[in-house]
């Protein structure tokens, strides 16, 4: 299901968005962080929690847990689609680059697929930091006029009879894709649903498939 | 401005490059850069719209050439620059300027879980007019701004209809030059994707933007 793009060698991937990293990056960075050190202007204990909290506590899992929660109750998932601000606080996940946000879900009909036309809005509480191709040209230019042929890349092929939806964001309200639970998933637990949820399907570039299903991006 | 950042709709940019099970960062320098921009916005010597629209000046084939952190990169020198908390000498010496003052860092660790799990929300408890109603037709002014906007060019004079109020959110045109908030509603608005592409797109598909009420004006 992977097109070829999918398939660079590492080094190739590693090209686009660093094209041409100059080699003095590390030291002009690390020169500027100490004079502002010195200057008093920043603390660098706090720049390692800033560092640590997007590396390893916040990020798409999250979003796995509010999909998950959504689909084993009814209840919750009316309270996300109608005030996802609150519905996705209630599981703990709030703050910078999630102060206002709206979970939209897919049905068998329906397709959703977020985007950044302008920059790289993302919903950080629930996702974590965006992937280099979603705040990449590429993506950011073809999402809006050609979403079939973006999903194709992505090896997500929708029927002509569905329809898609693409959200740009353009303001401070950030989007995340509800998924279509997987059929034959009736028997997981909430914890085995999420452990199912990737980052590509709450940005709409990918469904939810169980592993013997022939696995997720 | 109609810079190469307002790339929805363009051709040209190569196919998408996916890389499987990605680092959140991909250089100690990225994370570094990620993380003085936090601190140093807890300064309030700048806003979001600031920050983006001081990235869109950096000329156009810059832009596209350098990686998403080095803009940053850049955005943060430019704003500290201008808001007085470093001179440029400073960032080219690497060095305090003789007697120049120690501060205080504005964040420090211990307040970073807290400043995260608050976020800096753009509604504004205000009134304004809601110049439009939900279901109502409207269409996206054809304008031009030379400075920082929010209203891509893809949709510029098309034909819509409002889907949400999201309510009173701060304005980035005049955010962004500092000239004030400016609150005002702040719509999803609903285009077919024919209206913007034509009949090459499928009758079916839409795209949704959030969209201040200055940029609508009625169908």
């Known amino acids: ?217 | 401005m109609n810079g190469v950042h307002d790339m929805g709709g363009m051709h040209g940019m190569g196919p998408i490059q996916y890389e499987r099970n990605e680092a959140v960062f991909h250089e100690p320098w990225e994370a570094r850069v990620f993380a003085l921009n936090r601190a140093m916005g807890a300064w309030r010597k700048w806003n979001i719209d600031a920050f983006r629209h001081t990235a869109e000046l950096i000329p156009a084939p810059e832009y596209l050439r350098i990686s998403y952190y080095e803009r940053w990169l850049h955005s943060l020198i430019e704003l500290m620059v201008k808001g007085g908390l470093v001179t440029r000498a400073e960032v080219e010496n690497g060095k305090p300027a003789p007697g120049s003052p120690k501060a205080t860092p504005a964040l420090i660790a211990s307040a970073v879980p807290g400043m995260l799990a608050k976020g800096k929300p753009a509604s504004r408890d205000v009134q304004a007019e809601a110049r439009f109603k939900v279901g109502q037709a409207v269409r996206a002014r054809n304008i031009h701004p030379t400075g920082h906007t929010r209203l891509p060019r893809y949709v510029r004079g098309k034909l819509g209809t409002i889907l949400l109020d999201h309510g009173v959110h701060v304005f980035p045109d005049t955010n962004a030059d500092f000239l004030g908030e400016n609150p005002q509603h702040l719509y999803s608005v609903r285009f077919a994707a024919r209206e913007l592409w034509g009949e090459q797109a499928s009758s079916r598909d839409a795209v949704y933007l959030d969209v201040w009420d200055d940029y609508l004006e009625r169908a």
Not at chain 1, 73 to 86: F, I, Q, V
């Open chain 1, 1 to 217: 299901m992977k097109t070829d793009t999918h398939d660079l060698p590492q080094e190739k991937q590693h090209v686009h968005g660093h094209q041409t990293v100059p080699s003095d990056l590390t030291l002009r960075v690390k020169a500027l962080e100490s004079l502002l050190v010195e200057k008093g202007l920043v603390d660098p204990a706090a720049l390692d929690a800033l560092i640590d909290t997007y590396e390893h506590k916040i990020g798409p899992r999250n979003g796995a847990r509010v999909v998950a929660r959504a689909w084993v109750d009814p209840a919750y998932k009316e309270r996300l689609l109608t005030d996802a601000t609150a519905a996705i606080g209630e599981l703990g996940y709030t703050g910078g680059q999630g102060e206002h946000m709206i979970v939209v879900a897919n049905g068998p009909k329906l397709h959703n697929l977020v985007v950044c036309t302008l920059c790289s809005c993302y919903p950080w509480p629930v996702l974590g930091l965006p992937p280099v191709w979603y705040k990449s040209a590429p993506y950011r230019s073809r999402a809006v006029i050609d979403p079939r042929g973006v999903l194709r890349e992505f090896g997500l092929v929708l029927p002509e009879d569905v329809e898609i939806r693409v959200w740009d964001s353009t303001a401070e309200v950030r989007y995340l894709v509800l998924p279509e639970r997987p059929p034959d998933s009736e028997k997981l637990s909430e914890e085995e649903l999420a452990a199912l949820v990737t980052r590509d399907a709450m940005v709409g570039v990918a469904k939810v498939k169980l592993p013997q299903a022939g696995g997720n991006l």
